[in-house]
């Protein structure tokens, strides 16, 4: 148990719909990633935040977005949903911004999409 | 920009055989880390090795082994005797110390790993 939760573990929605992703990091972690895994893609980097404030952003659409709150939980929200938006979303934490600690990153469990 | 490649997409070995999953990246900086991460059909995944590039000793766990050459940008895994148990995905991933500013690690597409009994 990596101690970072996300949910809902499977999403199954369709074309047109909106839906949040939400990340707990581990206690204390102050850092929260966003990976999207797609079969042909493999894990594309979204965005971190770092203790409220967006710290890096990849190649994440317009139609996606996502915000950490005070208590550190994060959600990524996506709209406007296409098939290929399906995949296997993951969030991580890390205690520190990225690699001044160990840089080793803790992976939820992910949450799998699904778009019909 | 930064990028990690690994141009193995799947392997495929008997048990007990060694296996080397090659990871070739590319950056810029001077300073910055590379990693390597399992993920099993469980899907989770698991941090494996941190390497900084002031540091090119290779590096050995148990089964595992690291050799991190700074001369060919290649940070390569080999698994010895390998066991079913091996069976997963590996990614090879690096990350630009920009201490405060755009840190993401960055993931190369993965190496598919079959040990068959």
């Known amino acids: 148990d990596s101690g970072v939760t996300q949910t809902p573990k499977h999403l199954i929605t369709a074309t047109g719909q909106r839906v949040t992703l939400r990340c707990s990091p581990r206690s204390g972690d102050l850092s929260v990633y966003w990976y999207q895994q797609s079969l042909d893609q493999g894990l594309q980097f979204l965005i971190q935040?770092?203790?409220?404030?967006?710290?890096a952003k990849g190649n994440i659409l317009e139609r996606f977005s996502a915000q950490q709150f005070p208590d550190l939980h994060s959600e990524l929200n996506l709209s406007s949903l296409e098939l290929g938006d399906s995949a296997l979303y993951f969030c991580?934490?890390?205690?520190?911004?990225?690699?001044?600690?160990?840089?080793?990153?803790?992976f939820g469990e992910g949450s799998r999409l699904t778009v019909l | 920009a930064q990028k990690v490649t690994q141009a193995q997409t799947e392997i495929s070995v008997v048990e007990k055989e060694d296996v080397t999953l090659d990871c070739v990246y590319e950056?810029?900086?001077?300073?910055?880390?590379l990693f390597w991460y399992k993920q099993p059909p469980s899907g989770e995944l698991v941090f494996l090795i941190r390497r900084n590039s002031f540091d090119e000793q290779n590096e050995i766990s148990g089964r595992y082994s690291w050799n991190f050459q700074k001369s060919t940008s290649s940070f390569n895994f080999t698994i010895t005797a390998s066991q079913v148990v091996d069976s997963a995905v590996y990614f090879c991933a690096l990350s630009e110390a920009r201490w405060g500013r755009d840190d993401k690690i960055i993931f190369g597409k993965g190496t598919r790993l079959h040990i068959l009994p």
């Open positions: 935040y770092y203790n409220g404030e967006e710290r």
């Open positions: 991580a934490s890390s205690a520190s911004a990225g690699t001044d600690n160990t840089g080793e990153l803790f």
């Open positions: 950056t810029r900086d001077t300073t910055y880390y």
